[in-house]
Every structure is written in C-alpha cells, then in structure tokens.
C-alpha cells in the first residue's frame, strides 16, 4: 500500500466485487454496510454458508470471512447492534473486552484542545450512537466518570457539553468567497505556544500543536541496529590511510559486495580502477574496514547527482563524478 492511490484502487475493486456479489446473489442479504474491510449485514441464517460461499467465489484473491452474532448481539466498527425481542434493531457504543478507559491525562502536557477534542468526541459518541434515551444518559454518564478519573474537571466537562466542533479549514461562510489562510505546526510549550498561535491568527495563520515528547522518543527503540554493510542505495566513503586522499561512490545493491569489488580492484591491480590506481601510484592502502555511508537514496538519478555534488565539496576525492550546473554548486 506504498502508492498514495492505493487505498482508492482498493476500495474501488471492493466496489466492484460488492455489487456482483449482492446483484447476483441468490438470496441477497436484507442491508450490507461496509467500512474499508468491515462490513455488517443482515441476512438469515439458513442462507449465510451459501452466501458467504458466493462472496468469495467473486474474486479469487479476496476472501471473507464470518462472524455470528452472540447473544442476539454483535459489533460493528464501535457500534454494538442488538436484536429485541419484537425483531426491532437497538445501537448501543461497544468497547472491547480490554478496554481500559484511558484517555490523554488532563494534566499532561499537551494543548488544551486536544484535551477539548477528546471529551468532546466520546461525549458526542455517547449522544449520537445509542438508539434510546436511556442508553444516552447511561452513556454519556459512563464517558462523564471515565474523564473525571483522568483528571477532567466538571467546569471542563460543562463547557464541552455546550461547544461545537471547530469548522473546517477554508470553509466559505454565508457565500463568501473562500479564503485562503496558511497553516503551520509547531512544539507545545504550555502558556507559550498559545501565544504564538494567537499572534499568528492576526495575520490568518492557523496554528496545530504537537507535543516535544512522547514515550516512544523516551524509550529505547526495541529494533536491533541495522548493519550498515546490508544498505541498499546508498553513497559510501573510503579513505585512505596513508593521505587525505578519499574516494566517493555510489551503488544500488548491498554495500558489502561493492566493498568486496573495491578490494578485489586493489588485490588484482585493475587499471580501470581509481582506487586501484592510487594504490600503485602512491604504494597507499584503502581503509576498507571503516566504510562510511554519507547518503541514501533509492533513485538511481539522485544518487548520481548526490555522488557529484559529495564529490564537489571533498576537494581530496579522487572518483570521477557527473557534471552538475554551477547553480547547484552554491548549495555547499
């Protein structure tokens, strides 16, 4: 799912396999709600094995799978959706059996509206998904004293009750013509950064928080180093240990079997060889165990140009490099 059209083409081939599926159904399902890979339907019972069969004879690269109701129950994205006993339907908000009710602290250290912006999405969850008033209160009640136990005070939780969501970006109002405001992101530091924001808004600028820190950037990553003789598209550097002399190459495959190459150049004296021919020349050695990568990249263009651009700026290297105009030379 690399390419930015993925996701369109996906849901676009969804598309397809669900309207042959349902139009050529035998016994099409009474309603068929899908988001991105979920999808609720209403069907009988007696016919969901050959249903569930017909689905996934559509495509053969898309297969389904099923999940039955329990309990006259079962759950769709965060809707839980109940069968009565008169045969009616009834949504309620479901949350899964590990769920712990945290919710961001509202004592950390982030920008009130973000605060704002999670009690007021579960609050309108708790109006909005419930089918019965009574569900509502209990709802809106079980959000209520999960935000206390993060630190939500009351005076908080009133004025989310009351305030609406923000209005989207460049939004036109009352047929205006749309304006164009910038946007900009920026570090939270509390008390210092709504400032910021507030004098930016003078001149039409909206302003989005992100906090300095987060866990992730405490803790150590989990990964294991890379090894760096594995890399792939990279530029590399090679001194030599006699002089300041220094060579600067690029390669698409491991760096490991370009180095090997390198080595092999030097042993068998290859004439076509630049560090080959410093070796002979000078009776120098090559450091070969000390490698450096300097750059990466996975296009072949960019790392010709990045190879001569290293190049310029180490006046000791000694590969041959492409031409590049003199306006690129002013970024050293």
């Known amino acids: 799912m690399g390419s930015p059209v993925s996701a369109i083409l996906a849901n676009l081939v969804m598309e397809h396999v669900e309207e042959r599926a349902l139009s050529t159904a035998p016994h099409p399902p009474k309603w068929w709600y899908r988001y991105v890979d979920d999808s609720h339907v209403c069907l009988a019972r007696e016919h969901l094995t050959r249903f569930h069969s017909h689905l996934n004879s559509i495509n053969q690269h898309i297969k389904f799978t099923v999940e039955e109701e329990s309990d006259r129950s079962i759950a769709f994205l965060d809707t839980k959706t109940t069968r009565n ?29 973000h605060k704002r912006s999670v009690a007021r999405t579960l609050l309108d969850r708790a109006k909005n998904i419930p089918s019965t008033d009574e569900d509502k209160k209990s709802e809106v009640k ?8 993060n630190g939500y005070t009351d005076q908080f939780l009133k004025s989310c009750h009351g305030t609406k969501p923000p209005k989207a970006l460049n939004q036109p109002q009352n047929n205006q013509p749309q304006s164009h405001r910038g946007f900009v992101t920026l570090p939270y530091f509390q008390r210092i950064s709504e400032k910021f924001a507030r004098t930016l808004g003078q001149f039409d600028v909206n302003v989005a928080h992100k906090p300095v820190k987060t866990v992730g950037s405490i803790l150590k990553k989990p990964k294991d180093k890379f ?48 560090l080959a021919q410093h070796c002979m020349k000078n009776n120098h050695k090559f450091d070969f165990n000390n490698v450096k990568v300097i750059d990466r990249c996975p296009l072949w263009s960019r790392r010709l140009f990045l190879e001569a651009w290293h190049s310029i700026r180490e006046p000791n290297s000694i590969n041959d490099h492409a031409h590049i105009p003199d306006i690129n030379k002013m970024l050293n």
Do not use: M
């Open 85 to 113: 006993t008169d045969e009616s339907i009834k949504t309620s908000v479901y949350r899964k059996a590990t769920h712990t009710a945290k919710y961001l602290h509202f004592n950390s250290h982030h920008p009130l509206q």
């Open 142 to 149: 079980h959000v209520v004293d999960a935000l206390k136990t």
């Open 227 to 274: 090894d760096q003789d594995l890399s792939t598209g990279v530029l590399y550097k090679i001194n030599c240990k006699n002089c300041e002399k220094l060579y600067i190459g690029k390669t698409s495959r491991a760096l490991r079997s370009r180095t090997k190459e390198h080595k092999r150049a030097v042993l068998t004296c290859d004439k076509n060889s630049l």
